[in-house]
């Protein structure tokens, strides 16, 4: 395999959602319908991903085609269409809590977590915190012996709530959750380092955002271009892009449109979070769907 051809079925894997058990990522339908969201083309990809679940065979197939449809709306910042398809994949994970109660109740959480993410990254803070506060309820409701700590929920929670308090100009408020969320990492940290480590880059980038968020310009430069270089965050394009947003708030055009493309051209997976900016990204760049 040339290495060019490699590098592009590298991208396209990366591009596809999580699956759920026994989806076939090898599935033509699906990929094409994640091409499209890519290029932008919408009203296309949502066609496909419906047919996807009106075909499904089974429940298990219709939920990750539903969850697909789902994360197609952080394209286009539809916190309705997200809150509406994650909650009948959570109503699927429900029918799996007597076989697999672990992985049942956790995924609740996460696809209760990935509208929250859709909402607030649309500006519904409301529905967001709704959504956030739902997802660390379900997946508090794993049971013993449980494979995710409620630490790791409370992190998330307060993790998010940060973000939220910041984008409503709470500074107070924001900081005082910023605090909790840290608080609460360094809790996993001494039970489970591991964890913590994979945590950890999430906390680096939140002073930057709540700084971003609530006026301190020149704070979210110096945080976020800190955070931005972490490892595993170098390749988050969402965080790539709040950057650009620090460098265009403090008048700095050039960095902020290079910072721009550089989170456009990250932005090739199927996740709320690479949805996000490259939606954005495109609008700051002029870029026109083909």
């Known amino acids: ?76 910042g539809d916190c309705a269409l997200a809150i509406r398809y994650e909650e009948l994949v959570i109503a699927y994970h429900q029918t799996r809590e007597q076989s697999e109660p672990q992985d049942a109740f956790y995924q609740q959480g996460e696809m209760a977590n990935e509208a929250a993410r859709i909402c607030a990254n649309a500006d519904a803070l409301d529905e967001a915190e709704r959504m956030y506060r739902r997802g660390s309820e379900l997946g508090n409701k794993e049971p013993e012996p449980r494979t995710h700590p409620r630490l790791l929920w409370d992190f998330r929670l307060e993790h998010a709530l940060a973000r939220i308090s910041a984008q409503r100009g709470n500074r107070a408020e924001a900081q005082r959750h910023m605090a909790a969320a840290r608080q609460a990492l360094d809790n996993i940290a001494r039970g489970d380092t591991a964890l913590a480590r994979q945590q950890e880059r999430f906390y680096q980038y939140l002073p930057g955002f709540v700084a971003l968020y609530t006026n301190d310009t020149a704070g979210a430069v110096r945080e976020l271009e800190r955070a931005a270089a972490i490892r595993g965050n170098d390749r988050d394009p969402q965080i790539q892009y709040f950057l650009g947003l620090a460098y265009e708030k403090s008048g700095q055009a050039d960095k902020a449109r290079a910072q721009f493309q550089k989170a456009y051209d990250m932005a090739t997976a199927h996740t709320p979070p690479a949805a996000y900016a490259r939606a954005n990204a495109r609008k700051k760049l002029g870029v026109t769907t083909p």
């Open 1 to 76: 395999m040339s290495r060019n051809k490699a590098l592009f079925c590298t991208l396209l894997a990366l591009a596809l959602p999580a699956p759920l058990p026994g989806q076939d990522q090898e599935n033509p339908r699906l990929r094409e319908a994640i091409q499209l969201d890519i290029e932008g083309k919408h009203d296309a990809s949502r066609r496909v991903f419906q047919e996807l679940i009106d075909a499904a065979a089974n429940p298990r197939d219709k939920a990750a085609a539903q969850r697909a449809m789902a994360r197609s709306a952080g394209f286009t």
